[in-house]
């Protein structure tokens, strides 16, 4: 896996070419969903779920080619989920609010006209689980609702036991949780030129292949963040781009 | 390449329900019980055992094993000892099905761990309450019951000096108070007349021999004695099938009885090396009393602290394999206010008194003589 990531840096690399080059920045921001490629194994009425988030990021852009740059985008990007319980346990849920700190490197392949164009992104990311928050409902063992009659029926489990409210930080558990994740991500999306600027509206998709936890015991059902985001930017165009008559002697 | 890159994930691993298993060998039978361990037991992150590599050395020797001999279902039966000799779970219980193996005590690493304390004493026999304590601490002023059915009892009575007593060796107060026979109610409603009893100086509640039951008896009986809900404690339940998968920690607190006034007299418990889950956590309770007039006299407790219901309600505890009718171990991790995980070790007494069994067998009770008389401070 090493091996076939550092190749696609390297195919980066060698492409990039220092005589047409220019530098170009700007910024970033998108809303995603993050589905868990995983599974709940044998637990009963219990699910994992997509949740939505977020990222900003600062597209920093270098261009090789008049149809190629190298782009990395440092960014914040939120990789939320929720594990919910279904049926007579619903009602008890929790939202994994996850924050990554990630650096996605990418080929950027442009097509098109002068101004209008449409993008490729192609390449791999590595990302750092910062901090996480958990919010959710869980029954209270020690908590029973009377019952107002001997006949009373039940739907819910909730209407059994009080649920318990909680909103705090989640603490990592070194055992468990891998903080280091690495992927591949592609986009695509289009481009507009006014002046110096580059307005850009893009659809990515992130692929963990890394799992969300250490390798801590025999039969682990692995989890694989899948994160698609839609996001605007803006870069501006640090340096005058050259002629393509310029450029060709 | 990007089928490459995909190609680079694990594989989720199919787990199913251990009941699921179809066990036509042992090594069938292996996995379903130490996936069904792996997946429901609560306690992983404080148990001392390395399941993995209980899964590395026995799962060959299981492999050995013809699930259709006796000899066979035996010596599988010894691995399963093994294997959960030292789970700190003190519910944990094994209860075979296997005609092979009736004649087998069940397996329960507690006891064990039990008769290795320097204080292990025999259990005190419900005689004792019912006659002796009956007769000659409460002068039979005061209501005793029996259910001959389940080997139910209680006693509960008021001393010479007006201190209150009650002894019951199972929790179902809350059940037997609206559903019992007419002397039950009567009886637990005298108790809890007398916590109300202006001529009552103190309460000793002795939970000697007491093995747990119903968890709704924590409010019923507690919250007779606050007026506020106030925290002794949090549990924690899995929520997800990893063995580190859990839920926050979730706040344990006694609810107050409708009408319930704050109870400001001592409130003594006594606790032994049997009393046990329910009767734990009422201890519990009882020191973590807001007042600080709840407290523990006793040895510490059996150790087994966390709640127990059906599997499906916390995504974890008990369940079954082909071989064993039950897998009793506890739905929810249950940690004391002070942080502290009791369960495997025991609650601790703030009173430590040791049964002095010689002087028991004389007709003197250490114990309760130590508690009633700090009742009578």
Redesign the interface.
Same mark, same amino acid.
């Given at each position: 896996m090493k091996n076939k990531f550092t190749g696609l840096l390297f195919l980066m690399m060698v492409l990039a070419f220092p005589g047409y080059a220019q530098w170009s920045a700007g910024i970033e921001a998108g809303y995603n969903q993050n589905v868990l490629y995983t599974n709940a194994g044998a637990l009963a009425f219990t699910k994992y779920r997509p949740l939505n988030g977020f990222s900003v990021g600062i597209p920093v852009q270098y261009q090789v080619k008049d149809w190629f740059s190298i782009q990395a985008d440092p960014q914040f990007i939120q990789k939320n989920y929720q594990v919910k319980r279904t049926q007579f346990f619903e009602g008890i849920y929790q939202d994994n609010i996850n924050s990554y700190v990630q650096l996605p490197l990418m080929g950027h392949f442009t097509f098109g006209g002068e101004k209008l164009k449409g993008f490729l992104n192609l390449g791999g990311y590595a990302s750092y689980w910062s901090m996480g928050r958990i919010k959710g409902v869980q029954a209270n063992i020690f908590s029973d609702i009377e019952s107002t009659s001997d006949t009373q029926e039940y739907n819910r489990y909730l209407e059994l036991k009080n649920g318990y409210a909680y909103n705090e930080s989640y603490t990592f558990i070194d055992r468990k949780d891998n903080r280091v994740e690495l992927g591949w991500l592609a986009g695509a999306g289009v481009s507009y030129q006014y002046k110096k600027y580059q307005f850009f509206v893009e659809g990515r998709y992130y692929q963990s292949m890394t799992d969300q936890q250490k390798d801590y015991m025999i039969n682990q059902i692995p989890r694989y963040n899948q994160t698609y985001t839609a996001q605007i930017g803006c870069l501006y165009q640090f340096a005058k781009k050259p002629k393509k008559s310029e450029s060709s002697n | 390449?990007?089928m490459?890159?995909?190609s680079?994930?694990?594989e989720?691993?199919d787990?199913?329900?251990?009941e699921?298993y179809i066990v036509g060998s042992f090594s069938e039978e292996f996995e379903a019980f130490w996936?069904g361990m792996?997946?429901n037991y609560v306690f992983w992150?404080v148990d001392p055992t390395d399941?993995?590599a209980v899964?590395t050395k026995y799962k060959p020797l299981f492999a050995r094993l013809n699930i259709n001999k006796d000899e066979d279902i035996r010596k599988a039966y010894t691995y399963y000892r093994e294997m959960t000799a030292n789970l700190v779970d003190s519910h944990y219980t094994l209860i075979p099905s296997n005609n092979a193996l009736l004649d087998s005590a069940t397996i329960n690493p507690a006891y064990k761990r039990i008769q290795k304390r320097s204080d292990f004493h025999g259990f005190i026999s419900e005689g004792y309450y019912y006659n002796n304590v009956f007769v000659n601490i409460l002068g039979r002023n005061g209501l005793r019951t029996v259910d001959s059915t389940d080997g139910a009892y209680m006693v509960t009575g008021k001393t010479s000096t007006n201190v209150l007593y009650f002894h019951f060796n199972q929790f179902d107060l809350k059940n037997r108070s609206e559903n019992g026979t007419l002397a039950e109610r009567q009886l637990i409603q005298y108790f809890f007349n007398g916590i109300n009893d202006n001529s009552v100086r103190s309460v000793v509640i002795d939970l000697r021999g007491n093995g747990g039951g119903n968890? *709704?008896d924590?409010?019923f009986l507690m919250g007779a004695f606050t007026d506020k809900s106030y925290s002794f404690g949090a549990?924690r339940?899995? !929520?997800?099938?990893?063995?580190?998968d859990y839920?926050?920690w979730?706040? *344990?607190?006694?609810?107050p009885k409708a009408g319930a006034r704050a109870f400001t007299k001592p409130l003594i418990v006594i606790t032994d090396q049997y009393s046990v889950s329910m009767a734990e956590i009422t201890a519990m309770a009882t020191k973590a009393l807001p007042g600080g007039n709840g407290r523990v006299v006793g040895e510490r407790t059996w150790g087994a602290n966390g709640?127990l219901?059906s599997?499906?309600?916390? !995504?974890g505890g008990q369940f079954s394999t082909a071989l064993f009718n039950l897998v009793y171990t506890s739905?929810?991790m249950l940690r004391y206010k002070d942080g502290v995980v009791y369960e495997g070790v025991g609650f601790p007494p703030d009173v430590t008194v040791t049964l002095n069994v010689l002087q028991f067998q004389s007709g003197r009770d250490n114990q309760l003589e130590r508690a009633l008389t700090l009742a009578n401070q």
């Amino acid at each position: 896996m090493k091996n076939k990531f550092t190749g696609l840096l390297f195919l980066m690399m060698v492409l990039a070419f220092p005589g047409y080059a220019q530098w170009s920045a700007g910024i970033e921001a998108g809303y995603n969903q993050n589905v868990l490629y995983t599974n709940a194994g044998a637990l009963a009425f219990t699910k994992y779920r997509p949740l939505n988030g977020f990222s900003v990021g600062i597209p920093v852009q270098y261009q090789v080619k008049d149809w190629f740059s190298i782009q990395a985008d440092p960014q914040f990007i939120q990789k939320n989920y929720q594990v919910k319980r279904t049926q007579f346990f619903e009602g008890i849920y929790q939202d994994n609010i996850n924050s990554y700190v990630q650096l996605p490197l990418m080929g950027h392949f442009t097509f098109g006209g002068e101004k209008l164009k449409g993008f490729l992104n192609l390449g791999g990311y590595a990302s750092y689980w910062s901090m996480g928050r958990i919010k959710g409902v869980q029954a209270n063992i020690f908590s029973d609702i009377e019952s107002t009659s001997d006949t009373q029926e039940y739907n819910r489990y909730l209407e059994l036991k009080n649920g318990y409210a909680y909103n705090e930080s989640y603490t990592f558990i070194d055992r468990k949780d891998n903080r280091v994740e690495l992927g591949w991500l592609a986009g695509a999306g289009v481009s507009y030129q006014y002046k110096k600027y580059q307005f850009f509206v893009e659809g990515r998709y992130y692929q963990s292949m890394t799992d969300q936890q250490k390798d801590y015991m025999i039969n682990q059902i692995p989890r694989y963040n899948q994160t698609y985001t839609a996001q605007i930017g803006c870069l501006y165009q640090f340096a005058k781009k050259p002629k393509k008559s310029e450029s060709s002697n | 390449m990007v089928m490459g890159l995909v190609s680079c994930q694990k594989e989720l691993p199919d787990l199913e329900q251990p009941e699921q298993y179809i066990v036509g060998s042992f090594s069938e039978e292996f996995e379903a019980f130490w996936n069904g361990m792996n997946n429901n037991y609560v306690f992983w992150d404080v148990d001392p055992t390395d399941w993995d590599a209980v899964y590395t050395k026995y799962k060959p020797l299981f492999a050995r094993l013809n699930i259709n001999k006796d000899e066979d279902i035996r010596k599988a039966y010894t691995y399963y000892r093994e294997m959960t000799a030292n789970l700190v779970d003190s519910h944990y219980t094994l209860i075979p099905s296997n005609n092979a193996l009736l004649d087998s005590a069940t397996i329960n690493p507690a006891y064990k761990r039990i008769q290795k304390r320097s204080d292990f004493h025999g259990f005190i026999s419900e005689g004792y309450y019912y006659n002796n304590v009956f007769v000659n601490i409460l002068g039979r002023n005061g209501l005793r019951t029996v259910d001959s059915t389940d080997g139910a009892y209680m006693v509960t009575g008021k001393t010479s000096t007006n201190v209150l007593y009650f002894h019951f060796n199972q929790f179902d107060l809350k059940n037997r108070s609206e559903n019992g026979t007419l002397a039950e109610r009567q009886l637990i409603q005298y108790f809890f007349n007398g916590i109300n009893d202006n001529s009552v100086r103190s309460v000793v509640i002795d939970l000697r021999g007491n093995g747990g039951g119903n968890l *709704a008896d924590l409010n019923f009986l507690m919250g007779a004695f606050t007026d506020k809900s106030y925290s002794f404690g949090a549990t924690r339940s899995k !929520n997800g099938p990893g063995r580190l998968d859990y839920t926050p920690w979730i706040d *344990a607190s006694v609810t107050p009885k409708a009408g319930a006034r704050a109870f400001t007299k001592p409130l003594i418990v006594i606790t032994d090396q049997y009393s046990v889950s329910m009767a734990e956590i009422t201890a519990m309770a009882t020191k973590a009393l807001p007042g600080g007039n709840g407290r523990v006299v006793g040895e510490r407790t059996w150790g087994a602290n966390g709640p127990l219901t059906s599997n499906v309600f916390y !995504n974890g505890g008990q369940f079954s394999t082909a071989l064993f009718n039950l897998v009793y171990t506890s739905s929810q991790m249950l940690r004391y206010k002070d942080g502290v995980v009791y369960e495997g070790v025991g609650f601790p007494p703030d009173v430590t008194v040791t049964l002095n069994v010689l002087q028991f067998q004389s007709g003197r009770d250490n114990q309760l003589e130590r508690a009633l008389t700090l009742a009578n401070q």
